[in-house]
């Protein structure tokens, strides 16, 4: 990230925000919208009505979606380490570094 700081205005369920960060105005808009449309989507989908705990139940999916996102890539490192050992057993034992 760079340290020049945006501020990027965006809007989240009608309400107005200007957000600062060191991201660029493209991505923090791109994040106000997955955060809007997932808050929407619980708004349209559950008996909730007020956006407060929309908001928190919208949280709690995209928690969940980041650690999901988490473990498959555990997943995939350790398969790899395990591929990796594989395949250097198969090497002649002067190419067998680690």
Known sequence: MSSVKHSTRVTICGED??????????????????????????????SVV??????????LQITDE????????????????TLSGELRRWLPPAKRQT
């Open 17 to 46: 925000y200007t957000i600062r960060s060191d991201s660029p105005p493209e991505h923090t808009r791109r994040v106000a919208a997955y955060v809007d449309a997932k808050i929407r989507e619980v708004l349209e989908s559950a």
């Open 50 to 59: 007020e956006s407060h705990k929309a908001a928190i139940l919208a949280a």
């Open 66 to 81: 980041l650690f999901s996102a988490r473990q498959g890539e555990e997943d995939v490192a350790a398969s790899m380490r």
